[in-house]
Every structure is written in structure tokens, then in C-alpha cells.
């Protein structure tokens, strides 16, 4: 019943979310954004990332639990807890060749964020040049969020040598919130009848057909989903030993293809008469062969490429088994005549670092800001090889910041539910962990002004303002806020 999720697009890892902390002076507010941070810290984690420490369990070990509460304290700040002192201990690599890590031992007292990162450098022999041009001023009058020119949508037209001028008012969250938030809960109660008929439904579907799990895959409604399931439930009434052959012990998604995706579901088109799903059924045993041959595939794939993690795309489920299939085909071809020039391009070096996605012919050849590689099978090897090889380097930095940048996202998210009491806060998969947080945290600085018109709602970041059928309010990562 939500909201269908787009793809991943090239963004800015670094435009983290704000930290704000205060100074040992009574009164004295400093402030430093949590972009600012991170590209101060990035030297650090480059030293004492875990992955660095792959031969090394224990020392990759007590690097992960340190940089936990490395994570935990900044938190602490950002609430502007009291935080007891906290000694931390790191094993850090200068170089990849470095096999005697040096022994790091942080002591962290300060009660702001800004002098815990200057310590964590300091204690490392890191260079602190960065976060001394820094001023001590509000993020907001140094990072607002900028939309562009304010021409807003301006629409003119002549009229008797005259013109006249419309200009469409600019949504502010808070404003926004205001007007929507009684269609949002009106939505969801409404919903939630629907969510017990759905319920319902698919349990006697489990228990007639033998189905794992019945999925919804489309922007339709609960509405839309219980009239499908109900027509489900009809078709396996009428045809059950039918039916049971073909989708018993499967899992079945209600969506806007037919056939069997990516993770093995029976995608039914909700558009689709019954006598079109029954025909459908029939062709599902023929993709087991498919699914069961895409591992070693990706396998071959991956050796092809001096053993790159062959990684798939969250959207599983709205790609289809034989699609991918094609190619895999297609890309595992291509590299078949390009191993002369990975031999020569990497020698032997081992890109099991890296990961990198099948994509489409008309998707770009691209690096994400994420750190994987989008690759297009249209794309001749060659170019693939010199793209990955004047970019590995990059790549590799780009995964190591991912890590820590999903870290804070999940820390700030639950930070966020419980400030502000939400049902639940979700993003769409083209938002970034960096806009998310960044997201979240101004959320929390506005807490008191949204109160109780967020209070038990639900929330995704997106790109737009909406109210979904189920009451799910989708509002902007970068929302405008009514100053």
C-alpha cells in the first residue's frame, strides 16, 4: 500500500545533517554541521575503517565497537546530554601495506561536537587545517537550503498591452503539515479497515493456496489492493488444485508486470482480468531453472572482473527474472572478449573492494555517490575496464564512507520517531543517507513548531509534498520551513 520507491540517482555523500553542541562557556552556543564533520573525520576513518582489518579479526573487532561509541557519543552531544568521559582505543593503518597497525587510544571529554572531533584528529597525528576555517556560526545562516532563484512559477500572458502576472505560493513543511495532517489521519483510519479486510484475506490465501507471502507493488490504494485480493481469493476458490499446483510455497506480488521477478515472486498485473493471472500461472515452474542459474552468472561475472561484488539493485521486484537474465548475457559477452584488457589494465589486482550493478541498456555508465558502479550492458568492455580502472581508488572511499554514513542514518531515524512520536519514518531509495539525516535532524530542530500535527502519523522523505490513499505524508528531504 505505499508508495512506489524510484532508483538510486548520482548524489553527494558529504552534505551530512547538522550537529549542534555547546561550549564549556555557560551560555555560549557553537555550532558545527555534521557535513563539516564528516570531511574533517574522513582521514580518520580511512585509518581505522574495519574493512581495513580483514586478516586482522580481533583488530577490525575492537575498531568496529569503538567507532559504535565514537557514534553513540556524538549523539549524546547532539541531544545535549551529559556525557561521561569515554576512553576509546583504535588500531590504525596508515597504508593498505601497513602490517603493523599502530595502537590508538582517545580520550573524550568535551561537551561539544566540535572539540570531540579536533581531539579524535589529534590523537591519530591527523592534519586539523580543515576544521580550523570553520567559523563558530549558526548552519543556518551557512548551509540553507537553497532552491535556486525565487522567480517562483511565474506564468505571464499579454492581454490589451498588459501584463499579468500569477505567481504559485511556495510549500512550507510546517504550513503544509497544518492543512494535511487531519487528511493524512482521516486517510489512515480509513485505511486501516481495509488493512483488516487485506489481513484477512491473505491469511486464507496462506492457508487454501500453501502461499509464503502475498506482496502489494504498486501507488494504488488500499482499496485497489483489497479488490485484487479479494479477486485472488475467487480465482483460488474456483480453480484451488489449479491454482495450488503453480503458486504453492511461493510468494506473490500484486503489481504493474507479470511473470517472476528478480527474488523469485509471482508478479500478478493488478490490471489483468483473472482468466489473464490463470494463464499467467501456467508459465511460473519454467522460471526456477532461470533464478536458479542468475548466481553463477553473476559468479562468472565477477571472476571476469578480478572478482567484483556483482550487487543487485534494492528494486528487485520490479525486474523481471528472464530481463536480467538477458543481461547478464549480454555484459558476460562483452567481458569475455575484454580479458586481455582487464589483464592489462589490472594486473593482479583484486577489485573484490568494489561493487558494481547490472543496469539497462539506456541507463548512464556512472559511479554513485554511494560507491557502486551502475554499468550499463550496452557499454563496450573496453570502456567499462577504463572507467573502473581510473576510478577504483574513488570507489573504494565512496563504500568505506557509505559504512558509517548508513550508521548515523539508522542512529538519526529513531532519533527522530521518538522525538517527534511518528508511526513510522521511511525515505524513498533516491534519497541519500546524507539527505536523510540532514532530513531528520531538522525535523528534530523543529519539533516544538510540528508538535501535534505529526504526532503518530507517518512519514517518507521524498522529493515532493503528498498524502498517499493509506495516510502515509511524503514531504521533500530538503523541505522549506516557514522563516
Known amino acids: 500500500m505505499s508508495a512506489l520507491r524510484r532508483p538510486l540517482p548520482n548524489i553527494s555523500t558529504l552534505s551530512w545533517y547538522k550537529l549542534i553542541s555547546w561550549d564549556r562557556v555557560p551560555g555560549f552556543c557553537r555550532w558545527l554541521s555534521v557535513g563539516e564533520a564528516a570531511t574533517a573525520l574522513r582521514p580518520f576513518y580511512f585509518t581505522v575503517h574495519p574493512d581495513l582489518f580483514g586478516q586482522h579479526p580481533k583488530e577490525r573487532s575492537i575498531n568496529e565497537d569503538s567507532l559504535k561509541k565514537l557514534h553513540q557519543y556524538i549523539f549524546a552531544l547532539r541531544k545535549q546530554e551529559k556525557v561521561p568521559p569515554t576512553n576509546l582505543t583504535f588500531f590504525a593503518k596508515k597504508d593498505a601495506d601497513n602490517l603493523n597497525p599502530s595502537h590508538v587510544k582517545i580520550h573524550l571529554a568535551s561537551p561539544n561536537i566540535r572539540d570531540t572531533v579536533t581531539t579524535v584528529l589529534s590523537s591519530c597525528q591527523l592534519p586539523l587545517d580543515y576544521i580550523n576555517t570553520i567559523p563558530d556560526v549558526s548552519p543556518s545562516t551557512r548551509h540553507r537550503v537553497h532552491h535556486g532563484p525565487d522567480f517562483g512559477d511565474i506564468f505571464a500572458r499579454r492581454k490589451g498591452g498588459e501584463e499579468y502576472y500569477r505567481k504559485v505560493q511556495k510549500l512550507n513543511l510546517l504550513s503544509w503539515i497544518k492543512t494535511n495532517s487531519q487528511i493524512s489521519r482521516a486517510n489512515t483510519e480509513e485505511s486501516l479497515e481495509f488493512e483488516k479486510d487485506v489481513e484477512y484475506i491473505t491469511g486464507r490465501l496462506k492457508e487454501m493456496v500453501g502461499l509464503r507471502a502475498v506482496r502489494w507493488h504498486t501507488n494504488w490504494g488500499p482499496r485497489r489492493y483489497t479488490a485484487c485480493l479479494t479477486s485472488l481469493e475467487k480465482v483460488a476458490e474456483n480453480h484451488l488444485a489449479f491454482v495450488k ?23 500478478l498485473n493488478h ?5 489473464v493471472w490463470l494463464r499467467r500461472m501456467t508459465a511460473v515452474p519454467a522460471y526456477d531453472a532461470v533464478l536458479e542459474r542468475l548466481p553463477f552468472m553473476e559468479k562468472e561475472l565477477s571472476q571476469l572482473l578480478c572478482h567484483i561484488k556483482i550487487r543487485r539493485r534494492e528494486r528487485h521486484h520490479i525486474v523481471m527474472a528472464e530481463e536480467y537474465e538477458l ?23 583484486d577489485l573484490s573492494l568494489l561493487e558494481m550493478v547490472v543496469e539497462g541498456p539506456s541507463a548512464p555508465l556512472t559511479l554513485t555517490n554511494l560507491g557502486q558502479y551502475l554499468i550499463p550492458v550496452s557499454m563496450p568492455g573496453s570502456m567499462i575496464v577504463e572507467f573502473i580502472k581510473n576510478t577504483r581508488h574513488q570507489a573504494e572511499e565512496l563504500l568505506r564512507d557509505a559504512v558509517s554514513l548508513r550508521m548515523i542514518e539508522g542512529e538519526v531515524i529513531q532519533q527522530t520517531r521518538d522525538r517527534l512520536n ?25 519539533a516544538d513548531e ?19 490513499d493509506d495516510g502515509l505524508v511524503c514531504i521533500p528531504w530538503n523541505w522549506e520551513d516557514d522563516n
Do not use: W
Open 422 to 446: 511518528l508511526r513510522s519514518l521511511e525515505k524513498d531509495l533516491n534519497i541519500s543517507p546524507a539527505q536523510m539525516t540532514q532530513c531528520c535532524e531538522r525535523l528534530i530542530d523543529h
Open 245 to 267: 499446483k503453480y503458486l504453492s510455497g511461493r510468494d506473490v506480488a500484486i503489481s504493474d508486470r507479470n511473470g517472476v521477478s528478480l527474488s523469485g515472486e509471482v508478479c
Open 271 to 275: 490490471t489483468d482480468v483473472p482468466q
Open 450 to 468: 510540528l508538535g501535534t500535527y505529526v504526532e503518530g502519523i507517518r512519514i517518507r522523505a521524498t522529493q515532493y509534498y503528498s498524502v498517499t
Open 327 to 349: 543481461l547478464l548475457n549480454k555484459i558476460l559477452n562483452s567481458m569475455r572478449r575484454s580479458q586481455d584488457l582487464v589483464r592489462r589494465g589490472f594486473k593482479d589486482h
